[in-house]
T-cell receptor, first 113, second 115 residues
């Protein structure tokens, strides 16, 4: 069965450092992968999408990589700030015609001042 | 405008009550979704509407009844819920699946407590 693992439930880093979150998957050939941010008691907010034929995507301080051979995505936040503290979810999607996103359990990031 | 709105923000109901959750989007999206999320768990898909028709029902108990009155609105009718149904209920919308990329835009959720 399809399985998505986000490397750790919680990650603490010092302000200013780069946070790296990992998303691994098995028994899945996603057409694309998305990262969402979720604050407590709120809905997920879309951050970045990367397609299966793309290696890397950037948006401001965020960077996502996608390695379909390793079946892994890395999500980086550079120059992290306390305001980046949240839970980050990766989600995998199939191609055209499919509605469903499969979410990982998320990694709770805490950026310590 | 990438906003999905949900009402109410919080809801407390007894097991014999009937209530409804409402969701609205004005992004022209033709797919709308209901998710249930328990604490420290990922969102679980419940229903998908595409072009106002129910496309996916993930074996959700009949005490949850979705409705899509038009392309902008999505309701979730609740009746005879159980305490284990207490959760954050999320609505989302996206372009229709044929477009290929379905970034889902989520609402803020309704925090439901069943007593």
């Amino acid at each position: 069965s399809q399985k998505i693992e986000q490397n750790s439930e919680a990650l603490n880093i010092q302000e200013g450092k780069t946070a790296t979150l990992t998303c691994n998957y098995t028994n899945y050939s996603p057409a694309y992968l998305q990262w969402y941010r979720q604050d407590p008691g709120r809905g997920p907010v879309f951050l970045l999408l990367i397609r299966e034929n793309e290696k890397e995507k950037r948006k401001e301080r965020l960077k996502v990589t996608f390695d379909t051979t390793l079946k892994q995505s890395l999500f980086h936040i550079t120059a992290s700030q306390p305001a980046d503290s949240a839970t980050y979810l990766c989600a995998l999607g199939s191609g055209a015609g499919s509605y469903q996103l499969t979410f990982g359990k998320g990694t709770k990031l805490s950026v310590i001042p | 405008d990438t906003e999905v709105t949900q009402t109410p923000k919080h809801l407390v109901m007894g097991m014999t009550n009937k209530k409804s959750l409402k969701c609205e989007q004005h992004m022209g999206h033709r797919a709308m979704y209901w998710y249930k999320q328990k604490a420290k768990k990922p969102p679980e898909l419940m229903f998908v509407y595409s072009y106002e028709k129910l496309s996916i029902n993930e074996s959700v108990p009949s005490r949850f009844s979705p409705e899509c009155p038009n392309s902008s609105l999505l309701n979730l009718h609740l009746h005879a819920l159980q305490p284990e149904d207490s959760a954050l209920y999320l609505c989302a919308s996206s372009q229709a699946p044929a477009s290929g990329l379905k970034t889902q835009y989520f609402g803020p959720g309704t925090r439901l407590l069943v007593l």
